[in-house]
């Protein structure tokens, strides 16, 4: 067991979580892919005003945004009933950063996806959601750096040039603000959606300015083209074509975002089906080695088994055959002397009382004369007697029943 799974598990425990073994699980798989990101645990406020302690994945995720690799600051928390419910995701900006309000990120932070509202224990995983957010965030990010004070014009000025003469490549900056020359994050641009063409010549601002949408510019279909070239228009009348244009290029724009995101989605899970399966298959083949190597130790088993019933057999057979004759008293065991008195007093008695019977066999066959039949019947009777006063007394002084 790692070092993360047995912090994991201190943590689930911690937190009573319900389904502890499928949440490991899920964290595991996320983790293994994810390694900025580490298990934590931290108090959430749900908007009812309930506060619980819960689980989050606190680190970052590698974003591709415009050819540079940026790492976003996240943090998703996970319910007490994982996976069975969605978590709940943040970026967190730090203190040179600031949340760009979009889509999929609102003023506080929470990530919006449809993987989050359309949450299924069976087909969604951590590790589908941060692929999904990786994916969300090349395409517009969630953060941007806040503008630098007028004192770094001058070092970003000098410093854009290296020591061969050569432009270096800066990151994404603010078309409303000079250059920064290490800024780690994309900083703001008037528009929520910039256009990925830079807004000057100048090779230090390669963000792009804000742009109104022109949806008559929009138009990529040639014969709409040709057909509105026939007819002749006053420049500065908008006419029924010019509409009717901009209505179909903004429903072809929806229906592309739209087809984009489902598209990504569904990758997204398939991307995450086809790791399930891979580890499927590792695991079986895991398992059979196992069954087989059971079934392997159960054969093992089973032979010394009868090998050591052999020898305990013959070595009993030994013991046997070499044993002194034991007496018949010694056989009968006894927790203690007056137990064994007890047993030596109740058998004189049936024995008195056996010969008692033959003597009466004896008259009857006239093999006994009755004077002697007398005589012993007197004899044995007061022996008799005297067996079962004893016998009594004994049980008496051991608490048993008379």
């Given at each position: 067991m790692t070092s993360n799974e047995r912090i994991l598990n201190d943590l689930l425990y911690k937190c009573s979580y319900k389904y502890k073994d499928c949440t490991k699980r899920d964290i595991m798989g996320a983790l293994t892919y994810f390694k900025d990101l580490s298990p934590k645990t931290d108090k959430y406020v749900y908007p009812t005003g309930i506060v619980k302690e819960l689980v989050c994945l606190l680190g970052t995720i590698p974003v591709n945004f415009r050819s540079s690799v940026y790492n976003i600051p996240v943090q998703?928390?996970?319910?007490?009933?994982?996976?069975?419910?969605?978590?709940?995701?943040?970026?967190?900006?730090?203190?040179?950063?600031?949340?760009?309000?979009?889509?999929?990120?609102?003023?506080?932070?929470?990530?919006?996806?449809?993987?989050?509202?359309?949450?299924?224990?069976?087909?969604?995983?951590?590790?589908m959601l941060l692929n999904l957010m990786a994916i969300k965030f090349s395409e517009q990010t969630p953060l941007f750096s806040k503008p630098v004070r007028s004192t770094a014009i001058a070092s970003a000025s000098t410093g854009a040039i290296n020591s061969h003469g050569m432009s270096t490549p800066p990151y994404p900056s603010d078309p409303r603000s000079p250059f920064s020359h290490t800024p780690p994050y994309p900083t703001a641009s008037v528009m929520s959606y910039p256009t990925p063409y830079p807004a000057s010549n100048n090779p230090y601002y390669p963000m792009p300015t804000a742009q109104a949408y022109n949806p008559m510019k929009s138009v990529s279909n040639p014969n709409m083209n040709q057909a509105t070239a026939r007819v002749s228009y006053p420049d500065d009348t908008i006419k029924p074509e010019h509409y009717r244009m901009s209505l179909?290029?903004?429903?072809?724009?929806?229906?592309?975002?739209?087809?984009?995101?489902?598209?990504?989605?569904?990758?997204?899970?398939?991307?995450?089906?086809?790791?399930?399966?891979?580890?499927?298959?590792?695991?079986?083949?895991?398992?059979?080695?196992?069954?087989?190597?059971?079934?392997?130790?159960?054969?093992?088993?089973?032979?010394?088994?009868?090998?050591?019933?052999?020898?305990?057999?013959?070595?009993?057979?030994?013991?046997i055959r070499h044993r002194d004759s034991t007496s018949v008293e010694d056989a009968v065991v006894t927790p203690g002397p007056l137990y064994r008195q007890m047993v030596q007093l109740y058998a004189e008695e049936m024995a008195i009382q056996d010969l008692l019977y033959f003597l009466s066999q004896g008259v009857i066959h006239k093999s006994v004369d009755l004077d002697n039949f007398l005589k012993q019947v007197r004899l044995l009777s007061r022996k008799q007697f005297y067996l079962r006063a004893t016998l009594n007394k004994a049980r008496q002084q051991a608490a048993l029943p008379l």
């Open positions: 998703i928390y996970l319910n007490d009933t994982h996976p069975y419910e969605a978590p709940i995701a943040y970026v967190r900006p730090t203190a040179e950063m600031s949340v760009n309000v979009c889509e999929t990120v609102d003023a506080s932070g929470r990530i919006r996806l449809p993987c989050l509202t359309e949450w299924n224990h069976q087909n969604s995983d951590l590790y179909i290029s903004a429903v072809q724009d929806k229906i592309r975002a739209k087809f984009k995101d489902v598209y990504e989605e569904k990758a997204a899970e398939m991307d995450s089906l086809k790791r399930v399966n891979s580890d499927l298959e590792s695991s079986e083949s895991a398992l059979n080695a196992l069954i087989t190597e059971a079934e392997n130790e159960c054969l093992n088993i089973e032979h010394l088994s009868a090998e050591l019933r052999t020898d305990e057999l013959n070595e009993s057979l030994k013991l």
